[in-house]
């Protein structure tokens, strides 16, 4: 199974400054067709999760643009150029690269 | 709007069957496959499987194989899961989930439903 893992697991962050998450894959997530299949979720407090980046680095719709992700094979990121407060919550990466999907551990956000 | 809307908590004994259901509306049922996951409490996501709701082809993660049984009714757009010999550490937040293949990841999720394991 492909591990994926996060860091920070916690984030304690002002509101207006810059914040960033690393999830790094045992292998890389770069599929054949040159897509990244790795994924970012924001969960809510006593919410399910929802899709915030997709093949890497595509914001799902509807998502601030002050979130972006970015990486290679391996190595990704997601930043947040200015956190404001219903950013709260934990953040996941996943990969869909092939089964089973796995998550990273999640990092808590807070402010 | 896409909706996954499942169905509510439940209360097994130790060695009991649980069946949950997650019902879709707001596109087309037979085009996406549905995923369930589940959530021990403050922990992280673990996947279970998949339900292509076109074919019924099913898809389990070996963790789970031979114990869950994953069914679709096209008629009413639902899909269920039916997890068995239950344990207490089967107690979890059970998810369902669409599947993008465009995106490669999950676009709508449901609610979420509670298992409790408990004699």
């Known amino acids: 199974d492909i591990v994926l893992t996060q860091s920070p697991l916690s984030l304690p962050v002002a509101p207006g400054e810059p914040a960033s998450i690393s999830c790094r894959s045992s292998q890389s997530l770069l599929h054949d067709n040159g897509y990244k299949y790795l994924s970012w979720y924001l969960q809510k407090p006593g919410q399910s999760p929802q899709l915030l980046i997709y093949l890497g680095s595509n914001r799902a719709s509807g998502v601030p643009d002050r979130f972006s992700g970015s990486g290679s094979g391996t190595d990704f990121t997601l930043r947040i150029s200015r956190v404001e407060a219903e950013d709260v919550g934990t953040y996941f990466c996943?990969?869909?690269?092939?089964?089973?999907?796995?998550f990273g551990q999640g990092t808590k956000l807070e402010i | 709007q896409v909706q996954l809307v499942q169905s509510g908590a439940e209360l097994k004994q130790p060695g009991a069957s649980v069946k949950v259901s997650c019902k879709a509306s707001?596109?087309?049922?037979?085009?996406?496959?549905i995923h369930w996951l589940r959530q021990a409490p403050g922990q992280g996501l673990e996947w279970m499987g998949w339900?292509?709701?076109?074919?019924?082809?099913?898809k389990y993660s070996q963790r789970f194989q031979g114990r869950v049984t994953f069914i679709r009714d096209t008629s009413a757009n639902i899909v269920s899961m039916e997890l068995r010999s239950l344990r207490s550490h089967d107690s979890t937040v059970y998810y369902c989930?669409?599947?993008?293949?465009?995106?490669?990841?999950?676009?709508?999720w449901g609610q979420g439903i509670m298992v409790t394991v408990s004699s």
């Open positions: 339900i292509n709701a076109g074919n019924g082809r099913t």
């Open positions: 989930a669409r599947f993008s293949g465009i995106y490669e990841a999950f676009d709508f």
């Open positions: 707001g596109y087309t049922f037979k085009d996406y496959p």
């Open positions: 996943m990969h869909a690269l092939q089964t089973p999907f796995t």
